[in-house]
């Protein structure tokens, strides 16, 4: 089953947890064991799974990340987004969750991320529970 949704995006560089919205795809789908898989289908936008419990881990690793590579002019790419290209590379387009007993397993701290590399924007998010 295939299940998609939107998030609008506020900033340039945001994490948005979407566990949520995740676990409710899963309930609603049936499947009791199998496996979800998150996909995000944009250049400029990743997912991760991290920390939930203390949101400055999110301030954290977005300061970091733009720090680490930041939004300058002297990238080729003439749209001006290579760092979020870039960035989107690293942490990945898609994340693959074990469902045991109807329900996503993750960590005591695990959360679902979306990470927006290039806003603010409105983004789809592809759920495909197996």
Not at 14 to 42: C, F, N, R, W, Y
Request: charged share 25%.
């Amino acid at each position: 089953m295939l299940f998609q949704f939107e998030i609008r995006t506020s900033a340039r560089t945001q994490m948005i947890d979407m566990t949520g919205e995740i676990s409710k795809i899963v309930s609603e789908s049936g499947i009791k064991d199998g496996l979800a898989v998150i996909h995000i289908p944009h250049t400029t936008a990743a997912v991760t799974i991290n920390e939930n419990a203390d949101p400055d881990v999110q301030k954290d690793m977005t300061k970091f990340m733009d720090r680490l590579i930041p939004h300058e002019n002297w990238f080729a790419h003439s749209e001006g987004n290579s760092d979020s290209h870039i960035k989107s590379s690293l942490f990945g387009c898609s994340q693959t969750v074990i469902i045991e007993k109807g329900r996503l397993v993750l960590g005591t701290w695990q959360g679902i991320y979306f990470c927006e590399f290039d806003g603010p924007r409105s983004r789809k998010v592809f759920v495909k529970v197996i």
